[in-house]
């Protein structure tokens, strides 16, 4: 989902003002809490040092009201007469006076004189003294000696240590005090609330305390004075309450700061938005192609200049599309119309019904011209043919040149077609003059109809190429397109289609047609001839698809499947008893074809068949098309043992210069000269001065084209080594081959051998 720039603006003002709050306020919280732990310990050691002087100071004012009553003259009259009654009189006297709640009297040896309480449990020596459990209850006690002048007896005074003293203590300490003993769950005295006091003494024991006061969220020490337990403790809620309100205020402040960053951030969007959003509807117009509305942003800053830049930017855009456009449609050379534009305003034209003609120009030889003269020179003709048309034609017709030298004029019924014809006259007996030389230049023309000969424009100008090609057999200026003249572009192309899909199912068919000595009528192989049977287009000759195949590159298919083809049924003619050489036909572009040796090598060898057995036919154009590849290739070849036959020779280019350095065994005299052989007298002497070179080149001869019993006899005489010919037999199917071989070939044999016992009768 695309986000708006104000949105993405607004989240990253929020997000960094937020994450700086947030950043910030984590480290208050982890700063105030770590000094409010460091405040409740420190108050909890100072309640602690404040409760340790408190009852250090209350120890000193019991021990002297202790000393008072030791001091006493008739206290130690008493003590020294051991009158029980005096005794227990001046210390209920004198504890009254002082407000302790316990007192003992007992001599140096340790025997009781006179107690309130039993302190035996917890007496040691002689010496009570600090904060004792005594049954029950918890005592602060002090002993003093009472000497007359010797220590006669010791007297131990205890004030007792309830919830008002702990209350007391809260109020000079600034924590909660807390006297128990953890064996008895037992409270003695305490600050503490009564239902907190309850909670502790589910769990007195001093390793439960901890747990305890995290639960009840306090803090506080834990100490043992005498065998009772001490707590000295502090609500943490209360402690921390100022780092608390300290947090709330500072987390108050950055939302109100984050409020302000928000308002901030929607204000410095939209200060930016506008003029962005100004910029996005100009640019989503100029990628629609409308460049008619200028940017308007009065401002001095970034965005005022960036839309200068895009309104000059806008204007360059506008001019190079207008270029663009103008160069997509038009010749660059000539400034004419080119196919698309021609495509498009006979499209026009046919739409609205509209009928006319349309005309192709070709300048003739102009290739060689271009090549002769150099590019220049043609570039400077078409240039000055499209002045010349447009000057002619400009009123009348449309003009577009489509490529090299091939203009086009499509003209309104308005103009006749003899006026047309007057002008192109008119316009060809002209002189060129290019830099200050004239020349002379002919053209062809093809003219069709529309929409009587075509109703799409593609069918239009293919049909006007036909006419022009017609008028370029005929060597006229002008040929009008006729009905039914594009039947056989139509047939190439479907042959064109259908080729791929026979090479591939195996729909192609190979014929073989006899070869015989020319001396004993013997069949010594026979040449593989392909055919194809379509089942729409019907027989298709090789001459009209080979061709084809040429063109589109399949003729590599085509000879890998004959060759296939031919040495499989070579082989199973092997294995039926017939030993002959089978003759295949390689083309130009097989021969530019690095793997065929390769591949021909595979097949001979997965058969075991032997290399000299096959025989290759490559005619004088195919060799004379690259003769050093053909060469090279046809040496390799010869290599493995295959013979090399140079076919239709005699009508080829291949010179006699060539031909003694071409690796060929066997030479193949075109049938154009073995027809009429025995009529035509100079072909004799052409048929005869070959076999003799052939033969002196230690070459075999092959003639094809046999048609007449006159013509073998011709060649006996000569001396040709090899026959083939509809005489012997057309190219027959495997299976057809056979049969003629089992059931007609012998007739040949036993005419050979008549016509050689009466060629020695006469030479003899």
Not at 125 to 144: K, N, P, W, Y
Not at 262 to 273: E, H, S, V
Request: hydrophobic share 40%.
């Amino acid at each position: 989902m695309l986000t708006s720039f104000r949105t993405r603006l607004l989240l990253l003002f929020v997000g960094i003002a937020g994450g700086v709050l947030i950043a910030t306020l984590i480290a208050v919280t982890v700063a105030t809490q770590n000094q409010a732990e460091r405040t409740v310990e420190r108050e909890l050691a100072v309640s602690e040092r404040v409760l340790g002087e408190l009852l250090s100071i209350r120890g000193e004012q019991l021990l002297q009201a202790a000393q008072v009553l030791a001091g006493d003259f008739g206290f130690r009259e008493a003590v020294a007469s051991g009158d029980e009654a005096t005794l227990i009189s001046a210390m209920v006297n004198h504890g009254e006076r002082i407000g302790t709640q316990l007192m003992a009297l007992y001599r140096p040896d340790g025997t009781e004189l006179a107690a309130t309480h039993d302190l035996a449990q917890v007496r040691s020596g002689a010496d009570l003294s600090g904060i004792r459990q005594v049954d029950d209850e918890l005592f602060q006690l002090v002993t003093v000696p009472v000497r007359a002048p010797d220590i006669i007896a010791y007297a131990t005074l205890g004030f007792l240590v309830d919830d008002a003293l702990a209350q007391s203590l809260k109020q000079l300490t600034n924590a909660d005090i807390t006297f128990f003993a953890g064996d008895r769950q037992q409270i003695f005295a305490s600050s503490l609330p009564l239902s907190q006091q309850q909670e502790l003494l589910a769990g007195v024991q001093p390793d439960a305390v901890k747990e305890w006061l995290a639960q009840s969220e306090m803090a506080g020490h834990l100490a043992t004075v005498n065998s009772v337990n001490l707590l000295v403790s502090t609500s943490r809620m209360e402690a921390t309450q100022e780092y608390r309100a300290l947090r709330t205020q500072y987390f108050g402040f950055g939302l109100a700061s984050l409020l302000v960053a928000l308002l901030l951030a929607m204000a410095t969007a939209r200060q930016f938005n506008k003029p962005l959003q100004r910029l996005t509807a100009a640019a989503e117009a100029l990628r629609q192609g409308d460049y008619g509305e200028p940017v308007e942003l009065d401002r001095n800053d970034e965005f005022g200049k960036l839309g200068e830049t895009f309104n000059t930017m806008r204007g360059a855009i506008a001019e190079r599309e207008q270029k663009i456009v103008y160069q997509l449609e038009h010749d660059l050379l000539t400034g004419l119309p080119n196919r698309k534009s021609l495509h498009r305003y006979l499209q026009q034209l046919l739409a609205q019904g509209r009928s006319g003609y349309a005309l192709t120009l070709n300048i003739q030889r102009f290739r060689e011209l271009n090549d002769r003269l150099g590019q220049r020179f043609g570039d400077e003709i078409l240039k000055l043919v499209a002045r010349r048309l447009q000057q002619e034609f400009a009123k009348d017709c449309f003009l577009a040149r489509l490529a090299g030298d091939e203009f086009v004029l499509a003209c309104n019924e308005q103009l006749q077609p003899d006026e047309l014809r007057q002008r192109l006259l008119k316009l060809v007996q002209q002189k060129w003059q290019v830099a200050d030389t004239s020349y002379r230049l002919e053209f062809r023309a093809g003219l069709v109809r529309y929409p009587e000969q075509g109703n799409e424009v593609d069918a239009l100008l293919r049909r006007a190429q036909l006419a022009a090609r017609l008028a370029q057999q005929d060597k006229q200026l002008l040929a009008e397109y006729q009905q039914g003249s594009d039947e056989n572009y139509m047939r190439r192309l479907q042959v064109l289609q259908a080729l791929p899909e026979a090479i591939a199912g195996g729909k192609l068919e190979l014929h073989y047609q006899p070869k015989l000595s020319c001396n004993s009528g013997e069949v010594l192989g026979a040449e593989a001839l392909v055919r194809w049977h379509h089942p729409q287009l019907g027989v298709i000759r090789p001459d009209e698809f080979i061709p084809l195949a040429e063109q589109s590159g399949d003729i590599l298919r085509v000879t890998r499947w004959v060759c296939e083809t031919a040495i499989n049924q070579q082989q199973y003619w092997l294995e039926q008893g017939h030993q002959l050489q089978v003759a295949v036909n390689l083309s130009a572009i097989d021969l530019q074809d690095a793997s065929l040796v390769d591949f021909i090598q595979q097949q001979l060898a997965q058969r075991r068949l032997p290399a000299q057995n096959l025989t290759l036919e490559v005619t004088e154009s195919a060799v004379m098309a690259d003769l050093e590849q053909a060469q090279k290739r046809l040496t390799e070849l010869r290599a493995l043992g295959i013979k090399i036959a140079l076919d239709d020779y005699g009508t080829g280019y291949a010179s006699l210069a060539q031909l003694k350095h071409l690796p060929v065994d066997e030479l193949k005299l075109d049938q154009s000269f073995i027809r009429v052989l025995q009529a035509d007298n100079k072909d004799r002497i052409i048929v005869h001065s070959t076999l003799r070179l052939a033969h002196q080149l230690q070459l075999s001869t092959v003639a094809e084209g046999v048609e007449e019993e006159s013509a073998w006899r011709v060649l006996q005489d000569m001396g040709c080594d090899t026959l083939q010919g509809y005489y012997f037999s057309r190219p027959l199917a495997a299976a057809e081959f056979e049969q003629w071989l089992m059931n007609e070939s012998g007739q040949f044999i036993q005419q050979g051998q008549d016509d050689q016992a009466q060629h020695d009768q006469t030479l003899s």
